[in-house]
């Protein structure tokens, strides 16, 4: 090593001049030009150096008679030497091959003869080199997007992927996303188990679709149900891909478009107003029937409230009725006379208070006497309101007052016209 050391010095002043081995001075060149050397010179004592560490040295016609061109065969041990040190130099760049640096977002699958070795995360690894082992680099971070039932934009179909079946045998025309990215830990599974995993991917999209909706009808997939049967898609494909160990996770499952193809778009139109006419038919009869309904309700309560109310009435006044004729009986068996006379004196009363006419009939005399109680009431009150105070000692206005018992005058029912008929026989009764 010193001796490696020594031959490749770059602090050697001989380079270019000579000085093959370093052992001799050096050479002073021709002329008086002193400045550096040609790199034709540097580069001949490079070679020559690298010849002599093999045992060889070159001369410039001082070599020895017999050997040509100043050559000397190598030494057995600068063959050693010169071979060894080629071999670490060899050694040492294979192994340096086996650095690698794994991005921010990456994994780096490492294998060992083409079998899973480990997986080593991001930031500056090494293995073994080549051909022991090999490192593949699988980006995790990516959010990767594939279509289905289209390319680029949705007028751009992909039929036989795009039409699919519903449960009530009709077709639709679907168009949806997948989105997906891979798990740190799958990244071996994504390798290995499956030979094409992106198409296996589209392959278990498009068949979840068709299982999904094949359980729908046509109007849930079109209008209320998107959201659900893109949630139900995702789940089942996500299902497929851990059966397969794919090491892949499904992001979004969007869907873009749903309709019925375009060769039955019209059709379709005039079913779909047909299904609305009818909807607005029967949110009418409902609301007709929300309307009517409770109205009926009211009504029937409040004749069942004033049935109940009538009734509790009735039977209250028969129970009082019944009491009062109860009590009026015991009183009327204490003092039968008195009582009857009491009676009439209260009929009597009951109806002079609603009477304005009294026609009084005597039983000697033919003639009809007529008190117009009201025509006096009436003359009495407008005579209050001219003279409100009376003078000291006038004469009062005359109030009629009933004939008395034994007068022998009577009064009859009332006869329409709010008159009064006392007769003698009333009384006498």
Request: proline share 7%.
């Amino acid at each position: 090593m010193p001796r490696i050391t020594k031959l490749f010095n770059l602090n050697d002043p001989g380079w270019g001049r000579g000085n093959n081995n370093g052992s001799e001075p050096p050479r002073r060149p021709r002329g008086n030009n002193d400045g550096p050397p040609d790199l034709d010179e540097v580069w001949r004592d490079f070679n020559n150096r690298i010849g002599s560490l093999f045992g060889r040295k070159g001369g410039g016609g001082n070599g020895r008679p017999g050997n040509r061109g100043g050559m000397t065969p190598p030494s057995p041990r600068g063959t050693r030497i010169g071979m060894g040190v080629v071999a670490l130099v060899l050694v040492l760049l294979w192994l340096a091959s086996g650095f690698y640096i794994v991005q921010e977002g990456q994994v780096a699958v490492v294998t060992q003869f083409g079998k899973y070795q480990s997986t080593k995360p991001p930031g500056f690894q090494w293995r073994l080199p080549y051909p022991i082992q090999n490192a593949e680099t699988v980006n995790i971070s990516q959010l990767r997007t594939f279509e289905v039932g289209f390319r680029g934009g949705s007028r751009n179909k992909v039929l036989p992927e795009a039409l699919m079946l519903t449960t009530d045998e009709n077709i639709v025309d679907m168009q949806f996303v997948v989105q997906y990215r891979l798990r740190a830990e799958g990244a071996p599974d994504y390798l290995f188990n499956m030979r094409d995993p992106d198409e296996s991917v589209r392959q278990a999209a498009e068949t979840a679709m068709r299982e999904i909706v094949g359980k729908k009808p046509m109007d849930f997939v079109l209008y209320e149900g998107r959201t659900e049967v893109a949630i139900e898609v995702q789940n089942l494909m996500q299902q497929i891909l851990d059966r397969y160990k794919s090491g892949i996770q499904v992001s979004t499952v969007a869907i873009q478009n749903v309709q019925p193809p375009e060769q039955v778009q019209a059709a379709f139109d005039d079913a779909v107003k047909a299904g609305q006419d009818r909807e607005r038919q029967i949110n009418e009869g409902q609301a007709y029937a929300n309307q009517v309904i409770p109205m009926a309700g009211g009504q029937a309560s409040r004749m069942t409230e004033q049935a109940e109310g009538y009734k509790a009435k009735v039977l209250g006044d028969a129970r009082g009725d019944a009491a009062r004729f109860t009590s009026i009986l015991a009183e009327y068996q204490k003092a039968p006379d008195i009582m009857r006379e009491r009676m009439y004196l209260e009929t009597m009363q009951q109806i002079f208070s609603r009477a304005s006419k009294v026609m009084v009939d005597t039983k000697d005399s033919n003639n009809l006497l007529y008190l117009p109680l009201d025509k006096i009431m009436q003359q009495t009150a407008r005579d209050v309101q001219v003279k409100p105070t009376a003078l000291p000692g006038a004469s009062q206005p005359a109030v009629p007052q009933p004939p008395a018992r034994n007068t022998g005058s009577s009064s009859s029912g009332n006869n329409g016209s709010g008159s009064n008929v006392l007769s003698r026989d009333r009384l006498s009764r």
